[in-house]
Nanobody, 118 residues
Framework: QVHLVESGGGLVRPGGSLRLSCAAS????????MSWYRQAPGKERELVAR?????????ILADSVKGRFTISRDNTKNTVYLQMNSLEPEDTAVYYC??????????WGQGTQVTVSS
């Protein structure tokens, strides 16, 4: 059974930083594209960043976070990270970890809340 467990969310002031982690189990981690999505109240879920797996995916960052966020992964620890710097109130959302290899091999974490407020 696949599990994705996010951690690292919280309350931070504008301009601050947070690092989210997503620990995966029950899958061949290196083969999966690992992504972070976010969903703000009243808005659709959107892709924030993706780290391609060994099958041939690439790294993607949403335009809104380029220069501020970085995605990385440690295949030895089955963990993907999202380093978020220069946080803005508009970054407030629930952040979800996603593991994707195909339409049927597509998994989500439970989400972690990030709130940017003074």
């Amino acid at each position: 059974q696949v599990h994705l467990v996010e951690s690292g969310g919280g309350l931070v002031r504008p301009g601050g930083s947070l690092r989210l982690s997503c620990a995966a189990s029950g899958l061949t981690f290196s083969r999966y594209d690992m992504s972070w999505y976010r969903q703000a109240p009243g808005k659709e879920r959107e892709l924030v960043a993706r780290s391609g797996g060994s099958i041939g995916g690439s790294t993607i960052l949403a335009d809104s976070v380029k220069g501020r966020f970085t995605i990385s992964r440690d295949n030895t620890k089955n963990t993907v990270y999202l380093q978020m710097n220069s946080l803005e109130p508009e970054d407030t959302a629930v952040y979800y970890c996603n593991a994707w290899q195909s339409v049927v091999l597509n998994y989500w974490g439970q989400g972690t809340q990030v709130t940017v407020s003074s």
